[in-house]
């Protein structure tokens, strides 16, 4: 799961929304210096990665990339799912992508002084080329796996990854449509057992 999906999966919640957005700045027990809800959206992070890593349809995904991309199959993977979850917006919500999208960044910029520096250097460039909102094209998620592919240790094409989306787009919308089902359960679960735990 990407950006959009991790966004959406932690419900109407803003704080829960922002924690679940800066969890891979936050390391170890840090969140324990944050809100209780923004701690609920870290550590909801955290469950959906081990999830979604775990989950026998994602494997089945990124098999069909692993040839080519090794490691880096699970990241393409995470982009693809958030095409699906973009393109196919109005099964998911009632109000337009454009308008959540837009809200979202309203949150980060209203909550900037809680942002992590490693996140706060993300904001200008996913305003300036409208991540999350280019999730929807595929010449959008063609463009963040470019520049992915950018920031990577060892030189790898993400990007010539549309290959295998067009091969396997009908295969990896149904393998999304599977998965997202269920990792929507679990998040409800996980969200619940949460507020429970950290009232302790």
């Given at each position: 799961?990407?950006?959009?999906?991790h966004?959406?999966?932690?419900g109407?919640d803003?704080?829960?929304?922002?924690?679940?957005?800066?969890?891979?700045?936050?390391?170890?027990?840090?969140?324990?210096?944050?809100?209780?809800?923004?701690?609920?959206?870290?550590l909801?992070?955290?469950?959906?990665d081990?999830?979604?890593?775990s989950?026998?349809?994602?494997?089945l995904?990124?098999?069909?990339?692993?040839?080519?991309?090794?490691?880096?199959?699970?990241?393409?993977?995470?982009?693809?799912?958030?095409?699906?979850?973009?393109?196919?917006?109005?099964e998911?919500?009632?109000?337009p992508?454009?308008?959540?999208?837009?809200?979202?960044?309203?949150?980060?910029?209203?909550?900037?002084?809680?942002?992590?520096?490693?996140?706060?250097?993300?904001?200008?460039?996913?305003?300036?080329?409208?991540w999350?909102?280019?999730?929807?094209?595929?010449?959008?998620?063609?463009?963040?796996?470019?520049?992915m592919?950018?920031?990577?240790?060892?030189?790898?094409?993400?990007?010539?990854?549309?290959?295998?989306?067009?091969?396997?787009?009908?295969?990896?919308?149904?393998?999304?449509?599977?998965?997202?089902?269920?990792?929507?359960?679990?998040?409800?679960?996980?969200?619940?057992?949460?507020?429970?735990?950290?009232?302790k």
């Amino acid at each position: 799961m990407n950006f959009l999906a991790h966004i959406y999966l932690s419900g109407n919640d803003e704080m829960v929304q922002i924690g679940n957005f800066i969890a891979d700045g936050i390391k170890g027990k840090r969140y324990e210096t944050y809100p209780r809800n923004i701690q609920k959206g870290i550590l909801l992070h955290r469950s959906i990665d081990t999830f979604t890593d775990s989950h026998p349809i994602v494997k089945l995904s990124t098999r069909k990339l692993h040839a080519r991309f090794s490691h880096y199959s699970s990241v393409i993977i995470d982009v693809f799912y958030d095409h699906f979850l973009a393109k196919n917006w109005t099964e998911y919500s009632q109000e337009p992508l454009a308008d959540y999208v837009e809200r979202f960044y309203q949150l980060l910029h209203t909550h900037y002084d809680i942002l992590p520096l490693r996140i706060r250097h993300m904001i200008p460039p996913m305003l300036r080329e409208n991540w999350l909102l280019s999730y929807a094209s595929k010449e959008g998620i063609e463009h963040i796996l470019f520049q992915m592919s950018k920031r990577v240790k060892h030189p790898i094409h993400m990007d010539w990854a549309m290959e295998e989306l067009t091969q396997y787009y009908s295969d990896f919308q149904n393998e999304f449509n599977l998965f997202f089902s269920e990792i929507q359960l679990h998040c409800q679960e996980r969200l619940m057992a949460l507020e429970m735990e950290l009232k302790k």
